[in-house]
């Protein structure tokens, strides 16, 4: 028992040495800005992406060194100064755009070459460096947020203030909830309870420190390694410095309205970026929103572990392929939402949630396929994927029937309650108010999220009009969904029907599954057509 005890402790030790060499020999491989890849990046622009970003970078601090010389950060005169900047120093609209679209620009490159190392699947073997480009987006997306208020505009103070209001929603955790982790944290970002000149100043120094504090350890790093910094040519940093100063020219940057704390703007938005975010908030449970904003790069994080065919590029793996296009997808949909001001709180919801999971179950059919199982156990597979998604639509269907709210329009058709129309407002209270329990005079909107609600058997709408309202909210939601189940079981028999009798070796995981078992009528992997040799002269 203790050789075999030995032998255990030999074999771990063994393991950690091992990884440990790995670690070390990934980080010395890191780039930061893809400076390793600069002979790509002379023949593809998709690798010359960290480039930009660097330059784009040093482009935001030149600018935001000039503009501290005239910036006031005191909210009586910060807007003024503002002001000042861009009417009565000469030139400065220009330094002034430069920076705001300087800093727009870093969030688009730092997101495409997110999206070029998840494609391509640089991810899977160069984890440091899809970590590093990750860190890189959120300190960029981070920077504009402290950037944003120091203008003191209607539309900066308010957005601001929502974003504050972020981490209080984490006390409603049982456990955190009592560290008052989340109120301590808004409070440290505020300055106090509210913002005011605390907050002006606290957003000032982070937006100004967080760049030049982390600009000391990237130039030592170039410095020690001896890379180039900007793998760019002198044209094409021309061009984008030209591009620059044509967007500033032909859409200036805006000034907006004095902030103003006792008129609240409709809707509230805050920079292009962030859209997405704040439509989520308005679409589910402020704490469901704050959840998911940071369990979303969690999950991007740990995606090389999860993806474990390291070889293989994403496109050519149709499930991931299928989560990435998802993502940027919603992103756009839920930013295009809250720009036009439309939230369907009772509607929404499960159409977001089942078109979101029917891409990635599409995916998960082809997936199959192309791992090389045979026809007989992609059918199986792919009948289990219907089946979990009737299982879904079922559960969705049971929650929203016996938890949501009676006063909202259910996600269940309307032959499941009785609507009666009444003119009469005491008379639609009265009855209304027996299911709800409430006052309808004062309900508010977190009482849409509420947990526990009786069944409706009847409710009283004000007139045909509203009847017809909720009828078709149902009916768009019922047909969202037989949308999704149409597109899914499409995707299934595609997938199907062209798969092979007998599997043959996959591309991904090559004569075996991912579990690593051997793949049950597994046929041999085709040969390579033959090539003519020359004839003999």
Known sequence: MASEALQGQGKFWTWFDDQVRLLKKKIAAVDLFDETLADQAASNPWYALGSMVYFFWLTTIVTGLMLIAWYIPNTSRAFDSILHIQEGIP???????LHKYAADAIIIAATMRVYRLYFTGEYKTREIAWLVSIITLILGMFSGLTGYLLMWNQRAFWASKVFATFPT?????PILGQLHLGMTTAQFMLGGTAIGD?????????????SMLLLIPVEAYFIRKG????????LTMGVCLAMLTSVAFLIPVELGSRANRAETPLPILSDWYFLGLYQMMKEMKPLYAVIGTMFIPA??????AFDTAKDVPTWRRPFFLSVGLAAFIHWLLLSLMIIKDYAQITTDPPKIWASWIVIMLCGACFEYKAMGYPRKAVTRRVVLTLLGWAVLFATFAGWTRFRQPPYTASYLPAAMHKLVVDESPEVRDERNGRYSGDDPATVRDEILNAISRPIVSEWYVASPSALEKLKKEQDGVRGCWVMMTMALLL???????????AGIESL??????PRGRKIKGLGPPP?????????AT
């Not at 999950?299 to 090389?304: H, R, W, Y």
């Not at 991904?508 to 599954?513: F, G």
């Not at 040969?527 to 004839?535: D, F, L, Q």
Request: proline fraction near 8%; hydrophobic fraction near 50%.
């Open 91 to 97: 030139g400065g609209w220009l330094i002034r755009g």
């Open 169 to 173: 929603y984490i006390d409603e955790i």
């Open 198 to 210: 605390a907050t002006l100043t606290r957003f000032y120094a982070g937006h100004f420190a967080m």
């Open 227 to 234: 890379f180039k910094r900007i793998s760019l040519s002198w």
């Open 299 to 304: 999950i991007a994080i740990l995606m090389p």
């Open 491 to 501: 995707c299934g028999l595609v997938a199907i029907a062209t798969t092979p009798t």
């Open 508 to 513: 991904i995981y090559p004569s075996r599954t």
């Open 527 to 535: 040969k390579p057509a033959a090539t003519a040799e020359p004839a």
